[in-house]
C-alpha cells in the first residue's frame, strides 16, 4: 500500500505553476471487481487526456505525462491491491499513487496545482484513525476515514509472537478474563492460570506488547488521533499495560480480528470514532452559525479564499464532493468565479482548504448534507 504521510502530503502542495493532474476513485474489492477497477482508471485518464488537450497540451506532452499512470492499466497484481481507494497525481515532476479511503466520486482535475481536498480528511478535521488488530499470530495496522480502512506498513513490527519471540516456547496458555472493578470501573485481570506459569506467560505477552508499542511509537510519535484496539478481550489489559501511544480509546473492539474482515472492522471502528469526530464538528458548525451574523464568519467564496490566504481562517467547512472553478489574484486577494474549468483556473473550495491547512487551520471536508449551511463553504475568522 502507498501510504501518505504529512511530509508527503506538504510537498505535493508545493507542486505548481506547470499542469498537475489529479485522479481519484474509489477502488472495490479483489477478483473481477479489480478488472473492472482497472477499466474505470483507464475512461478517467481518456477523460484527463481530453482535458490537457483543450487546455492546449501538445499531444506528445500530454501522452508523455500520463505515460506512468497508463502503465498501471495491465497491472493485475496493482489492482488487486488497491482494495480502498486510489489517488494518482502527475506532474512533469511527480509521479505519485496513494491508496486511501476515499469518498464514492470518482473524478480527474487538471490544474496548475494538485487538487488535495479529498485528502485533507486524512490530516485534519474529521480525519483518519488508527486500528490495531492483535493477536498472538498476527499484528496488522490500518488507517482509516469514515469512508474506509486500509492496512498499512510500520517498520519493523512483528508479525506474531513467535516471530517477536522466536527462541520461546509457550508451554501453555494464560486463560483469564477481565471485569469492572475498582474506582471508576476500571478493568482487573482475573487470572486462571497457576501461579508462575501464568505469571511466566503475561511476562512474554508484555515482552510482545512492548515490542509493538516501540515501532508504532517510532512511526507515529507526532500522532494524536484515535487509536482502536481490536483484540480477545484477555489481551486487552495487558495491551494497555504495555501501550504509550497517545490516543488509545478506552473501549475497543472484543474478539479475534482474524476472525473479522476489514469492512467489519472499519464499521465497529467508526461506532467508537464517530462520536469523537461528531462533536467536533457540530461544535464547530454552531460556531460559524453563531457568528454568521457578527461579521465573524462568512459563506462568500471569495472572501473565505482571500483570508485563507492572509491566516485568518480559523475553522473551514468544504463539501467533498464539489467544485466552484475559478482564478484568484495573489496582488489583488480577489477572486473571479468561473463557470467551468479551464487554463488557468482553480477549484477555489481547494484553495481555500489547503491555505487553511498550511496556516494551522482546521478543516472539515464533509457531505453536502453536513455542511452547517446551504452553501458551498461556510469559515470561522480568527480575530
Not at 501464568?198 to 488521533?225: P, V
Not at 457540530?282 to 483570508?307: E, I, K, N, T
Not at 453536502?368 to 480575530?383: G, H, K, N, S
Request: hydrophobic share 40%; charged share 20%.
Amino acid at each position: 500500500m502507498n501510504t501518505l504521510t504529512r511530509t508527503d502530503f506538504d510537498s505535493l502542495i508545493q507542486q505548481h505553476g506547470e499542469w498537475c493532474v489529479s485522479v481519484f476513485m474509489p477502488t472495490r474489492l479483489a477478483g473481477e471487481n479489480a478488472k473492472q477497477d482497472a477499466i474505470r482508471f483507464k475512461n478517467l485518464l481518456r477523460q484527463t487526456e481530453d482535458q490537457l488537450l483543450a487546455a492546449g497540451v501538445r499531444a506528445t506532452d500530454t501522452q508523455q505525462l500520463l505515460a506512468p499512470a497508463q502503465l498501471l492499466i495491465n497491472d493485475s497484481l496493482f489492482w488487486q491491491n488497491a482494495n480502498t481507494g486510489l489517488a494518482v497525481f502527475l506532474s512533469p515532476q511527480v509521479f505519485r499513487i496513494v491508496n486511501a479511503p476515499l469518498p464514492a466520486r470518482e473524478y480527474a482535475v487538471v490544474a496548475h496545482r494538485f487538487h488535495l481536498k479529498p485528502l485533507l480528511r486524512l490530516f485534519n478535521g474529521n480525519g483518519r484513525f488508527r486500528v490495531l488488530a492483535l493477536s498472538q499470530n498476527a499484528v496488522k495496522v490500518y488507517e482509516g476515514t469514515r469512508d474506509g480502512m486500509a492496512p498499512v506498513g510500520v517498520k519493523g513490527m512483528p508479525a506474531s509472537m513467535e516471530e517477536a519471540l522466536p527462541d520461546e516456547l509457550i508451554e501453555r496458555q494464560l486463560q483469564f478474563h477481565t471485569r469492572p472493578t475498582g474506582k471508576g470501573g476500571a478493568p482487573q485481570a482475573i487470572y486462571h492460570g497457576q501461579g508462575a506459569g501464568a505469571e511466566l506467560t503475561k511476562e512474554r505477552l508484555l515482552r510482545f506488547f512492548h515490542q509493538i508499542d516501540d515501532r508504532l511509537k517510532a512511526q507515529w510519535h507526532d500522532r494524536r488521533d484515535p487509536l482502536v484496539l481490536a483484540a480477545v478481550d484477555y489481551l486487552m489489559p495487558i495491551y494497555r499495560e504495555a501501550n504509550t501511544c497517545t490516543g488509545l480509546l478506552d473501549a475497543g473492539i472484543e474478539g479475534n480480528p482474524e476472525e473479522l474482515g476489514t469492512e467489519e472492522l472499519h464499521r465497529r471502528a467508526w461506532e467508537f470514532v464517530k462520536p469523537i469526530f461528531g462533536q467536533a464538528q457540530a461544535d464547530a458548525a454552531a460556531r460559524f452559525a453563531q457568528l454568521r451574523g457578527a461579521g465573524r464568519a462568512s459563506d462568500q467564496v471569495g472572501d473565505v479564499v482571500a483570508a485563507a490566504h492572509q491566516s485568518r481562517v480559523d475553522t473551514l467547512f468544504v463539501p467533498a464532493d464539489a467544485q466552484t472553478w475559478g482564478t484568484f489574484d495573489l496582488q489583488t486577494f480577489t477572486a473571479q468565479p468561473e463557470e467551468q474549468p479551464g487554463p488557468g483556473r482553480d477549484d477555489l473550495l481547494d484553495l481555500a482548504a489547503v491555505q487553511t491547512y498550511l496556516h494551522g487551520g482546521t478543516v472539515f471536508v464533509v457531505d453536502r448534507a453536513d455542511m452547517p449551511a446551504d452553501t458551498l463553504i461556510a469559515a470561522v475568522f480568527r480575530y
